[in-house]
């Protein structure tokens, strides 16, 4: 998996894959490039869709160069291998680069600037993240006035009171409502149409005398001046589409999660292959999401849930705490046979409740954070979907690999131990005795573990739905297949065990003589050999455990599989031959071989007799392992702490926490974390004392210094003991049964305004 670009974190990761039903996705760098490009521009109230037709004057271009250089980050930059190179490196945020690269395109150096304004030199730095989408930064000019260059997403700063500028002189204030009618139709809306992401680029000055109040940000990154909005081109990986089509033949559903505006996700998601003209589902922004999911208390409604999820194909302007809602809400769905297997991307800090909730977290291994990584189960070292398509191959041969030999081993042991136990009562003997059982071990438990477990995946996989959550380990194919060939091999084994001597001219077998019967004869010769023969043929019917009729399609592709078979022949022909007193066997004339090899090619002919039997029409009961465990073998995911506005992280809504159920014990996470956290002091507080005793053996240590110390209102009625237990994991279930404090419902008005635009669409 390595080799395919898949870093496996945790193992049971693998298998899980392979059950996978629902995929959701990030767009950029997974789905696109990650490569952006400035294509279309908005400047000086004209919309430039050929950047060769943009020549900006030398003034606007000052100012336009300036806006982008210095509100970017100083670690964004593009690195030429050599002079005129046409694909250069970009390091650093991707957007930052599509504007860095734009400038290039101007012939305006970034770097000067950046070295005439160093980041120490700035006065504040509002980053990015997805709750303000916008980024800010405030200089100093020379003669002492301060400026703010803000970018973001269009239609947020469009909506902060902006005002237009031409050849620099003030414009008449564009009203909300002119803005929404013109700039969002005839601007970003077309933008959005061909797949660009859109960012309003804009500025305010602030004079020499106004010492403005920085953290007042709402109120200070207004009535702004709009200098540009570009779009910006992340074209979709050549493979993408393929990849999804792959995805949805396989019976996975692929889903977007994106931040993007709503018309450029549904433009990338129509060139992917997610949605299609004429197919009805949903492209919706957060804010529909939000309002359709949530009850009137406000708080998130599973039932409401579960009307958008099964339609929605794309969720646009997500935060990451909408991508946990919408990961939770599909895997603790109440539908009706709804046992979905999740599995999510990520890359962000804040993206991990979302890859801890989902049954298979991937992170990105080139532009995924530390966090991302550590909280996902496979990491992917190239950013890209069709790996993730790779790694369900790769769980799906995994879990038909342990069915292939759980297939094969069974029918062995049918066999022997029914010809083993039913020989002993009737003929007081056993026709395969101690060291030869010793061979059919090695042969069912190594070599077919090593030879049917290393089958390596094929596209072939992907031509069937997912094995879901309540799959059992035994299907009624694998039952047929089992029961078949060991009723097969057991009328062979019989007949020639009881009417050999007949039809075969064999020695017969003294029975009732006891010193006759335990030396080697050709009788019990035939009847090992034609066992292990019919086992090595019938491990070829076991590579295939799905009714194909081929079972030799791709057999040489698998080296060790031809070779532990082989192998397993040549070494049968030695022991037979030459094995005597020591395995129990006397050497076969060369006609006896070809009844034994006859009867092993048998399992192949009757492999194809079996496969006519519909495993539809088998009762239920032929059905081995059914269960309902959960897949994803996850801790309890523990609750994220709530970043402080303008720290970089996205403020996680407390409206985004589910609505109890009435049967449901209360969640008192908060409680046990709160203990766990009062328990490490204590330990660190017993290393301290003995540190202490140890340098200073004149301290006194008559206080008893305990977490009482520290903790000036510690919970009542919690005693060490109590401590203890509620530190241990099993006792996490019953300190989570403490009622908790009711929450204060939050109504839709705390939650979001209204969009002003439509933000759900009906393909």
């Not at 890209?384 to 995994?398: E, L, P, Q, Y």
């Not at 194909?548 to 078979?565: C, D, P, S, W, Y």
Request: with cysteine.
């Amino acid at each position: 998996m390595m080799k395919d670009n898949n870093l496996v974190r945790h193992l049971d990761a693998c298998e899980t894959m392979g059950s996978a039903t629902t995929i959701c996705s990030d767009k950029t760098g997974t789905l696109t490039k990650n490569r952006m490009t400035v294509t279309q521009i908005y400047g000086l109230k004209q919309h430039f869709r050929d950047m060769k037709d943009f020549s900006p004057s030398s003034d606007f271009l000052k100012l336009l160069a300036d806006a982008i250089a210095v509100n970017s980050g100083y670690t964004s930059q593009i690195i030429e291998q050599h002079e005129g190179d046409s694909h250069p490196i970009h390091v650093g945020n991707k957007t930052e680069c599509g504007l860095l690269g734009m400038l290039l395109s101007l012939k305006v150096s970034y770097q000067k600037i950046r070295q005439d304004n160093p980041q120490d030199s700035l006065l504040k730095v509002y980053t990015f993240n997805s709750a303000r989408k916008s980024m800010s930064t405030v200089v100093a000019l020379p003669d002492g006035t301060k400026r703010l260059y803000t970018k973001g997403a269009s239609e947020t700063i469009l909506k902060l009171g902006l005002k237009s500028r031409e050849k620099f002189s003030p414009i008449s204030f564009l009203r909300s409502k002119y803005i929404n009618k013109y700039i969002i139709k005839t601007v970003v809306e077309p933008m959005a149409c061909d797949a660009l992401r859109t960012l309003c680029i804009a500025y305010k000055d602030i004079p020499a005398d106004v010492e403005p109040d920085y953290d007042d940000e709402v109120s200070f990154i207004n009535n702004l001046t709009c200098i540009a909005i570009t779009g910006i081109e992340d074209a979709v990986r050549d493979e993408v589409p393929d990849a999804i089509a792959k995805c949805q033949k396989a019976g996975i559903t692929v889903r977007m999660v994106t931040g993007d505006q709503i018309m450029t996700a549904r433009s990338i998601a129509l060139k992917c292959g997610i949605i299609k003209p004429g197919d009805d589902f949903l492209v919706m922004e957060t804010r529909e999401f939000n309002k359709r999911i949530r009850n009137e208390e406000g708080l998130i409604d599973q039932k409401l849930l579960d009307k958008v999820w099964p339609q929605l194909r794309v969720l646009a302007r997500s935060s990451p705490t909408d991508k946990h809602t919408l990961v939770k809400g599909i895997i603790d769905s109440e539908l009706p046979g709804a046992a979905e297997v999740v599995a999510v991307t990520g890359d962000g800090t804040n993206d991990g409740p979302a890859l801890r909730k989902a049954d298979v977290g991937f992170a990105m291994g080139i532009a995924g954070t530390d966090v991302a990584k550590e909280s996902s189960d496979i990491i992917l070292t190239d950013d890209n979907f069709t790996s993730i398509v790779k790694a369900v191959m790769w769980g799906r041969n995994v879990y038909d690999g342990i069915a292939k030999f759980l297939q094969f081993q069974l029918t062995v042991n049918v066999v022997a131990i029914i010809i083993a136990f039913t020989s002993a009562c009737i003929i007081m003997s056993s026709p395969l005795k101690a060291i030869q059982l010793l061979w059919v071990n090695l042969i069912m438990d190594t070599f077919a573990s090593l030879a049917l477990a290393t089958e390596m995946p094929t596209e072939d996989l992907l031509n069937r739905k997912p094995y879901g959550r309540t799959k059992p380990l035994i299907s009624p194919m694998m039952a047929r297949n089992i029961l078949g060939h060991a009723v097969y091999q057991l009328i062979v084994l019989y007949s020639i065990l009881f009417a050999g001597p007949l039809f075969l001219h064999l020695e017969s077998a003294d029975w009732s003589n006891e010193k006759k019967s335990k030396e080697p004869n050709d009788h019990y010769t035939v009847v090992f050999n034609v066992f292990v023969l019919m086992q090595c043929f019938n491990e070829i019917n076991c590579r295939k455990i799905h009714g194909e009729r081929n079972v030799f399609k791709g057999i040489f592709t698998n080296a060790l599989f031809v070779g532990i078979v082989v192998g397993t022949i040549i070494a049968q022909v030695l022991i037979v031959q030459f094995g005597s007193i020591v395995t129990f066997t006397v050497g076969l004339s060369w006609d006896l071989w070809l009844w034994s090899v006859a009867f092993g090619l048998g399992s192949l002919v009757w492999g194809q007799v079996l496969n006519c039997i519909p495993a539809e029409k088998l009762p239920d009961c032929l059905s081995w392992g059914d269960t309902t465990e959960d897949y994803s073998n996850k801790e309890i995911m523990q609750s994220y702490p709530k970043p402080a506005p303008g720290e970089g992280g996205a403020e996680l809504d407390t409206s985004a926490q589910s609505a109890p159920s009435q049967n449901a014990p209360a969640d008192n996470r908060s409680r046990v974390l709160w203990v766990r956290g009062v328990t490490r002091i204590q330990q660190q507080i017993k290393v301290v004392k003995a540190f202490r005793e140890t340098v200073q053996p004149m301290y006194s240590f008559s206080r008893d210094t305990t977490y009482h110390n520290f903790m000036h209102n510690p919970m009542p009625k919690m005693g060490a003991s109590a401590l203890r237990g509620y530190h241990s994991y099993d006792n996490i279930s019953s300190a989570a049964s403490t009622p908790t404090p009711t929450r204060t419902p939050i109504s839709h008005e705390m939650i979001d305004a209204p969009a002003e635009t439509s933000t759900a669409l009906s393909i």
